[in-house]
């Protein structure tokens, strides 16, 4: 048995981000910060708990155990010294300043100096249950105002990254280095955590979470590289169902006239407005329908994500070219780059509507296979639910 062996880390993919920690720990030589970036449920904050059980669990070799005291206490959310703080994360009030309420952390945009403040104050203690304390910032990105600098909170930051006290372990989470203040993540060792493939979301849904070979194979197409999304899609039946609709109100927009389309546009940039994430998941729905169509246009029936679609998906495929395809395609990449790069939404969607090709409409099946005609058409809610 190799001793020094990555543990059980639970974390579906990213091994050579698993290798890399596991080996830096075995070898006494773990940064004092990390920022780990990557798309939402990819596995980041997956990944930096896993890190945070590794240091302090009470296994000799082979960290995490998952099974000791250590790592159970940190699995539940419960132990003392290790901490997940976003920008919704109460906070307490001390001499210095006032505890926040609930509504004032809800509308919070970004991390408080406070919360660094707090931060720094419990780093200066030591560790109360565990050998080190360990700090996860999840939203780094929210370290820098929309237009570009940096935040008080983020300038206080580098004093903890700068002078970090010897046993506390820094892990910010975030969707890219360029999101975050330069001055922050220079100071931080990067892991980058790119789509995990597949076949090995696949294999982490049945051998960490249980699933059917078959649901695992399914899903596994579906989440677009986020192990987070596809443990959804096989464990929450509402997110399934979510799902369903989502893609139903895609190919309906696909087969609907001009106008409808920009219906469908003006609906997605409200919903954009109040749950990006549900809006940037549709896009990705977007994408996942029309490599379906591209491979039935190839005649590649395996590899399609959305099976349950498949009569739609060749009906769609029969009335176009693949250079028409790659165009929707790439204006769908188009539309989610504009977004992140904070374009005005509506004309964001409209654009990527132009991009479609008129569909003759009654020529398209609108019904997912063992769809019951009982249960007759699919409602089509507002995006994003
Ligand atoms: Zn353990």
Known sequence: MDESGPGNWGVIGHGGAVRL??????AGRLAHAYLITGAEQVGRKTLALALARAVSCEAEFQRPCGSCRQCDRIARGIHADVRVIDRHTPIRGTAGGEASDEGQDERRARFSIEHIREMQRDATLNAFEGPRQVFILDGAETLRFQDGPAT???NALLK???EPPGDVLLVLIAPSRAAVPDTVASRCQIIDLRPVPAAEIA????????????DAERVSRLADGRPGRAIDLVEDPAARGRHQQTVTRVLETVVASLEARFRYARDLSGAYRKDKAAVEAELDVWTSVWRDVLLARHGVAQGVSNTDWMD??????GQVTPDTIVGVISATRQTSGALISNAAPQLAFEVMMLALPTMEAGSVPLQPAGASPSSGD???ESPAG
Do not use: K, Y
């Not at 294999?203 to 078959?214: D, K, M, P």
């Open 21 to 26: 920690l596991s080996g830096a720990m075995n």
């Open 378 to 380: 699919p409602a089509v």
């Open 152 to 154: 008080e909170a983020a």
């Open 312 to 317: 739609t998906i060749e009906a769609i495929a």
């Open 160 to 162: 903890t990254l700068e």
């Open 203 to 214: 294999s982490g849904l049945v051998s960490l979470r249980g699933a059917s070979l078959e």
